[in-house]
């Protein structure tokens, strides 16, 4: 009940920052381009300094001597989770382009934005090798989901240098600038630590922040009405970490990379399915649809899936 009550508790105040996004939106306090800016920062300051701050403090040779069965297990983690999520989505709709996005939201969870915020606060010792277990994820994301999925079909595929070059981004440089300090023990100026604390501190609210602006302008009628969307989202949060947690019945994971697999798959979808194709003019109805039924519905969820599992 303890676990319960304190995943609720770091839920709640999570969306309520989400709502109060979406009544920001909503009311027309924010400018238009309040959602791109907040993205912006999350994605070239906020984020990457969390990363930085947390590899600089963690990146050891005796943390990182046991990293490989952390990825490994990633790794395996990432090809059961694309065909099954292609297999599914096929399974719902005929639907292309629909079919990508719920491609996409099943074998990608929401496990940066909001991966990111609960495991930082929830399970804080493992956060750097939570950051570890989602690089396989990430680069999968960056050499297929996004290129593939979410721009294929708009004449924007990308060639495999371009795929390579967007590795280049301020996340994965800051994890390497961390790398670097962590395994050098390089001493920082006092102040220059205060300020990627600080810039760290602003990630989650700011994330929760940009989903409820994010959403802001779906269709509700819409959204609630469509099966589809809710059997998307429960075999998310539902049925992924369930068969994760029988798998784990016969397989002895360690704590932390049952905790880490654990939180990827009980996250709601992610974002990207709204952002990149809203950017390109795509309809994102489904895709917005799938962000507030599947982040609603963790609210229930993950709670009682880590007081039960956890």
């Given at each position: 009940m303890t676990v319960f009550l304190s995943t609720l508790n770091q839920l709640a105040f999570l969306f309520t920052l989400i709502a109060v996004g979406?009544?920001?939106?909503?009311?027309?306090?924010?400018?238009?381009?309040?959602?791109?800016?907040?993205?912006?920062?999350?994605?070239t300051v906020f984020i990457p300094a969390l990363v930085l701050g947390t590899f600089i403090e963690n990146f050891t040779v005796e943390r990182i001597s046991s990293a490989w069965?952390?990825?490994?297990?990633?790794?395996?983690?990432?090809?059961?989770?694309?065909?099954?999520?292609?297999?599914?989505s096929k399974c719902v709709t005929k639907d292309r382009y629909i079919q990508n996005i719920y491609t996409y939201g099943l074998a990608f969870s929401n496990f940066g934005f909001m991966g990111n915020a609960v495991v930082?606060?929830?399970?804080?010792?493992?956060?750097?090798?939570?950051?570890?277990?989602?690089?396989?994820?990430?680069?999968?994301?960056?050499?297929?989901?996004?290129?593939?999925?979410?721009?294929g079909d708009n004449g924007q595929q990308?060639?495999?240098?371009?795929?390579?070059?967007?590795?280049?981004?301020?996340?994965?440089?800051?994890?390497?600038i961390g790398m670097i300090i962590g395994l050098t023990k390089m001493p920082l100026p006092g102040?220059?630590?205060?300020?990627?604390?600080?810039?760290?501190?602003?990630?989650?609210?700011?994330?929760?922040?940009?989903?409820?602006?994010?959403?802001?302008?779906?269709?509700f009628r819409r959204t609630f009405t469509d099966l589809r969307i809710y059997a998307v989202s429960l075999i998310r949060l539902v049925a992924l970490p369930l068969l994760f947690v029988a798998v784990a019945q016969f397989v002895p994971f360690?704590?932390?990379?049952?905790?880490?697999?654990?939180?990827?798959?009980?996250?709601?979808?992610?974002?990207n399915t709204i952002v990149i194709p809203s950017a390109l003019g795509k309809d994102t109805s489904v895709a917005s649809g799938m962000a507030v039924i599947s982040h609603l519905l963790s609210l229930l969820t993950i709670p009682v899936i880590f007081a039960l599992f956890g």
């Open positions: 979406y009544l920001l939106a909503k009311l027309r306090i924010l400018p238009e381009n309040a959602a791109k800016t907040l993205a912006k920062l999350e994605n069965k952390l990825l490994l297990i990633s790794v395996a983690l990432t090809l059961i989770c694309v065909p099954v999520a292609i297999l599914i930082s606060a929830l399970f804080p010792e493992i956060f750097f090798e939570y950051l570890l277990f989602t690089l396989p994820f990430w680069t999968v994301i960056y050499l297929w989901g996004v290129p593939v999925l979410l721009l990308q060639s495999l240098k371009d795929r390579l070059r967007s590795f280049l981004n301020p996340m994965f440089i800051a994890m390497l102040f220059l630590v205060s300020v990627v604390d600080t810039c760290s501190l602003c990630m989650s609210p700011v994330a929760m922040l940009l989903t409820g602006i994010t959403v802001c302008s779906i269709s360690s704590k932390s990379i049952y905790t880490c697999a654990l939180c990827v798959l009980a996250m709601p979808l992610g974002l």
